[in-house]
T-cell receptor, first 114, second 114 residues
Framework: AQKVTQAQTEISVVEKEDVTLDCVYE???????LFWYKQPPSGELVFLIR??????QNEISGRYSWNFQKSTSSFNFTITASQVVDSAVYFC???????????FGTGTKLQVIP | KAGVTQTPRYLIKTRGQQVTLSCSPI?????VSWYQQTPGQGLQFLFE???????NKGNFPGRFSGRQFSNSRSEMNVSTLELGDSALYLC?????????????FGPGTRLTVT
């Protein structure tokens, strides 16, 4: 079985603050893929990043960065200097080698207050 | 490149009726997945079609069915609608069958069952 836990249901930060969204996953497979998606108020999920289990390098893209740690089964997402446009629901997702479906976490709603 | 399109965007149906939702994937994408999103259950995988074949199915009753055409367009059908079927139905396309490939989501069809 595969499982994704996003323990933070809602987070509110003031604009320009940094914020980290947590994602913990469970899988017995050695090959798996992790994803982050953003769902703004408009409703359409947007792909942000993909990581495979063999690549533990952290990734930075502008104000976004991701910290993948196999030792703790975590794939956390940090937004630096948050902006109002970052307000959205963020989903972490997992696909394990033995499954042909993606399991999504319950999402973290981020509100950035101006 | 045009994104994933879903029609209709909004739908109101009565209990017992049936409904068909349509999804056109990104050009060149052969995999189409369907998800049901509700406030209580989050994002739940319905099924995936790849090259006109259903590759995997989530834990939904047989009232939920789908198909994929040779041009990769997909339809999802829900028969004998129940109040609990009210949800946002999201379609996602992917270059290949689910696994390492990220998904691109459509805007969704908001189904309300009265």
């Amino acid at each position: 079985a595969q499982k994704v836990t996003q323990a933070q249901t809602e987070i509110s930060v003031v604009e320009k603050e940094d914020v980290t969204l947590d994602c913990v996953y469970e899988t017995r497979d050695t090959t798996y893929y992790l994803f982050w998606y953003k769902q703004p108020p408009s409703g359409e999920l947007v792909f942000l990043i993909r990581r495979n289990s063999f690549d533990e390098q952290n990734e930075i893209s502008g104000r976004y960065s991701w910290n993948f740690q196999k030792s703790t089964s975590s794939f956390n997402f940090t937004i630096t200097a948050s902006q109002v446009v970052d307000s959205a629901v963020y989903f972490c997702a997992l696909n394990s080698g033995g499954y042909q479906k993606v399991t999504f976490g319950t999402g973290t709603k981020l509100q950035v207050i101006p | 490149k045009a994104g994933v399109t879903q029609t209709p965007r909004y739908l109101i149906k009565t209990r017992g009726q049936q409904v068909t939702l349509s999804c056109s994937p990104i050009s060149g994408h052969r995999s189409v997945s369907w998800y049901q999103q509700t406030p209580g259950q989050g994002l739940q995988f319905l099924f995936e079609y790849f090259s006109e074949t259903q590759r995997n199915k989530g834990n939904f009753p047989g009232r939920f069915s789908g198909r994929q055409f040779s041009n990769s367009r997909s339809e999802m059908n829900v028969s004998t609608l129940e109040l609990g079927d009210s949800a946002l139905y999201l379609c996602a396309s992917s270059l290949r069958s689910l696994g390492s490939y990220e998904q691109y989501f459509g805007p969704g069809t908001r189904l309300t069952v009265t």
